[in-house]
């Protein structure tokens, strides 16, 4: 069982990490600089919902009972974070799975979906096991809730899950979740679209990206990476 996160410098898309040289550790969870979802000073036990069911992340890593998200059918997965300078303060929140090896790290997963409070939303997905993936967010006191609206495409075996949530100060708090998620049932067969910085291409968020044989128009999803 893997019940540690091993240190690492996060690149991509990711904002900076916690701590000195970007280290998963004490400094990155239990720092009253970084977003927590339960754990720290401020302690409650709901700080991850998938599909309504409430689970307990306030430690550095837990096991929870595996949840099997079915193909072809939208699941959502909310963080409830807590930051000390206020919830406005929260610029990102993400979601890290299909992690492989010996230690659970950022690095060791390349399917991540990524939540920007400015409206975007950023995926990897190079195996296509996301159909859809969508963000949002919403306030209620002290807290952030960060919604992740994900449409699996065909099966995933049991993966731990990391969480991760950056505030305005560049402060990013995590969370191991042991053996948390699967996709269950048949390949749904639909084109697949992955690694873009949004959900469609607009006029405010432009793409760059290939669309068949010319760059995406507004309205458009970029088409996956060969």
Same mark, same amino acid.
């Given at each position: 069982?893997? !019940? $540690?996160i091993t240190a690492i410098a996060m690149v991509l898309l990711l904002a900076p990490l916690a701590g000195s040289g970007g280290l998963f550790g004490a400094e990155a969870f239990g720092s009253p600089y970084a977003p927590t979802f339960g754990g720290g000073s401020f302690h409650y036990a709901d700080g991850l919902v998938i599909n309504g069911k *409430?689970?307990?992340i306030s430690g550095y890593s837990q096991q929870i009972t595996v949840q099997n998200l079915t193909v072809g059918q &939208?699941?959502?997965? !909310?963080?409830?974070?807590?930051d000390n300078a206020g919830s406005y303060t929260i610029k990102t929140a993400a979601i890290f799975l299909n992690i492989r090896g010996q230690d659970a790290s950022v690095a060791s997963s390349d399917t991540w979906v990524q939540y920007? *409070?400015?409206?975007m939303t950023a995926i990897s997905d190079p195996h296509?096991?996301?159909e859809a993936a969508k963000g949002g967010v919403s306030y209620s006191g002290s807290f952030a809730y960060v919604t992740f609206t994900v449409t699996p495409a065909k099966p995933m075996s049991v993966s731990d899950m990391i969480v991760s949530s950056t505030d305005a100060r560049g402060a990013t708090g995590y969370s191991l979740v042991v053996n948390a998620l699967s996709f269950v049932g048949k390949a749904s067969g639909g084109t697949q679209s992955i690694s873009y910085s949004h959900e469609h291409c607009t006029v405010t968020y432009p793409c760059y990206e290939v669309c068949g044989d010319h760059i995406c128009k507004p309205g458009e999803k970029p088409k996956? $990476? &060969?």
């Open positions: 069982m893997k !019940t $540690t *409430v689970f307990d &939208p699941a959502k997965i !909310t963080l409830k974070i807590f920007d *409070v400015s409206g296509h096991y996301i996956a $990476t &060969p």
